[in-house]
C-alpha cells in the first residue's frame, strides 16, 4: 500500500482534508537470546522490514480518535485526553493510549488531541512484536506532532513502561529496544541489565532468513508469560541466600552449575538454567558470526530451541513440528522459535538456492500434522522506528 494511499484512506476515515505526519515502526526479529531480556542477560535481536505505520493530525480539542486498517470492524475508537485509562473494550488501541499517557506522565506537553489511523503488516498475534511496534510507531509520532523533544532510548524506556504498566505484561526491554534502535543488515547485541549495546553486521550472502508463522495466535498477556518470570524470580531469590547477585544473567554456566542446589523448586531450576545457559549461548553466537562461522551460529540456534521446549517449555506442538521438519531440511543451517513463544513463529537460516523446496517440505509436514498451513515470509533486516517522509508502504 502506497504512502499516498494510506493518505487518502485517512482522509476518507477521518473527513479530513489536511496533510499527515507518517511514522514507521517495525517488526522484530530475535535471532538467539530468549527469555533472557528479563532475567538481565543478552539478546540478539533484529528490526525487519514488516512493521507498523501511523498517520496523525492535531485536532482543536481534546479527543483522539484512532482507527486500523487492519481491524475495520472495530471503526473509530474514541477517548479524551483526560481519559486515557486501559480500557479492555478499546482492544489494540489500549497501547496508543498508554504511550499518550506516560509521554504526560513523564512530562512531555501534549494539550490537544488528534486524529491518527494505523496500517500494520505484521501478522496479528505472531510473535514480531506487534504491540512494540504500535508504541514506537506511536511514539515517533507524537514526538513529530507535538515537537517533542525526546530521544530514541526515552522513547524505547516509554514502550516498555507502556507495556509493563499499562498493558500488565511483565516483559523485557528487547522488543522496543530492538524496534527503536534498529539498523540495516545489522543485529543487536544488547546487555538488558546494563542497556550497552553493539550492531553486529548480518553478511548471510548465500543465505535467507525464512520466518513461518504457525498461524497459531498467541496472546502475551493471557498467556503463561508472567508465571514464568514469576519462576525466575523465585530461583534467583534462592540463589541470593548465597550469591551476591541481582539477576540471572549475572551468572556464568559454571557458577550456576555450582549454585543450582540452591533453588528449592525442580521446575524453577529448569526455567532458570535456561536463562544463564541461554545467555550463555547468545554471547557465543555474536563470536560465531564475527569468525564466519554461520554453521556455528545455527548449531546456537538448535541448541536454543530445544532449551526453550524441555527447559522453559513454551513452545508447544505446533512450533516443534515447524522446527523439526526445518531441522530435517537440506540447506538449513540452523532453526528455533523466535518470540515468547506459545505459538509465534519459528526463523531459519536457509541456503537461498534452496529455499522453495525448505518451504514446500516444511509445510507439508505442518499440515499433516497440525491440519492448516503455516505461512513463510523472507525477512529483511531493515532500520528502526522513524518518520517517513516519502516512499512505499509494502
Known amino acids: 500500500m502506497a504512502k499516498s494511499e494510506l493518505i487518502q484512506e485517512f482522509h476518507k476515515v477521518f473527513n479530513n482534508d489536511d496533510i499527515s505526519v507518517c511514522s514507521f515502526a517495525p517488526g522484530r526479529i530475535n535471532l538467539i537470546g530468549e527469555h533472557t531480556d528479563y532475567n538481565g542477560g543478552h539478546v540478539f535481536p533484529a528490526s525487519i522490514s514488516f512493521g507498523t505505520y501511523a498517520l496523525g493530525l492535531k485536532r482543536s480539542d481534546q479527543k483522539f480518535r484512532f482507527h486500523s486498517i487492519n481491524f475495520p470492524d472495530a471503526g473509530i475508537i474514541e477517548c479524551n485526553l483526560a481519559d486515557l485509562f486501559c480500557n479492555p473494550e478499546h482492544d489494540w488501541a489500549n497501547y496508543p493510549k498508554g504511550m499518550i499517557q506516560y509521554f504526560k506522565n513523564a512530562g512531555h506537553e501534549i494539550s490537544q488531541g488528534a486524529d491518527i489511523l494505523y496500517y500494520g503488516n505484521i501478522p496479528n498475534g505472531a510473535g514480531l512484536s506487534s504491540s512494540a511496534s504500535i508504541e514506537m510507531a506511536t511514539g515517533v509520532l507524537l514526538a513529530s506532532l507535538f515537537n517533542l523533544k525526546i530521544d530514541q532510548l526515552e522513547l524505547v524506556k ?39 549495546y553493539r550492531y553486529a553486521p548480518i553478511m548471510l550472502e548465500n543465505h535467507a532468513i525464512i520466518i513461518i508463522n504457525t498461524n497459531k495466535q498467541r496472546i502475551l498477556a493471557g498467556s503463561k508469560y508472567n508465571e514464568r518470570r514469576t519462576q525466575c524470580d523465585q530461583a534467583l531469590a534462592d540463589l541470593q541466600t548465597k550469591l551476591v547477585i541481582t539477576s540471572l544473567g549475572q551468572l556464568t554456566a559454571e557458577e550456576f552449575e555450582k549454585h543450582q542446589h540452591l533453588i528449592k523448586s525442580d521446575v524453577n531450576l529448569r526455567r532458570a538454567r535456561h536463562a544463564v545457559y541461554e545467555n550463555a549461548r547468545t554471547l557465543e553466537a555474536l563470536e560465531k558470526l564475527k569468525q564466519g562461522d554461520l554453521n556455528g551460529f545455527g548449531k546456537l540456534m538448535n541448541e536454543s530451541h530445544l532449551s526453550l521446549q524441555h527447559d522453559y517449555e513454551v513452545t508447544g506442538l505446533e512450533l516443534d513440528t515447524i522446527v523439526q521438519a526445518a531441522w530435517e531440511q537440506d540447506g538449513v543451517i540452523g532453526a528455533r522459535m523466535t518470540g515468547a513463544g506459545f505459538g509465534g513463529c519459528a526463523i531459519a537460516i536457509v541456503e537461498k538456492e534452496k529455499v522453495d523446496k525448505f518451504k514446500k517440505n516444511v509445510n507439508s509436514t505442518y499440515l499433516e500434522k497440525i491440519g492448516y498451513q503455516p505461512t513463510f515470509y523472507t525477512a529483511e533486516i531493515g532500520d528502526g522506528a522513524k518518520q517517513i517522509t516519502e516512499g512505499v508502504v509494502k
Open 158 to 196: 516509554l514502550g516498555q513502561k507502556v507495556e509493563n504498566e499499562y498493558i500488565g505484561v511483565n516483559s523485557g526491554i528487547m522488543d522496543q529496544f530492538a524496534i527503536g534502535m534498529g539498523k540495516k543488515n545489522h543485529a543487536i547485541l544488547l546487555n538488558c541489565d546494563t542497556l550497552e
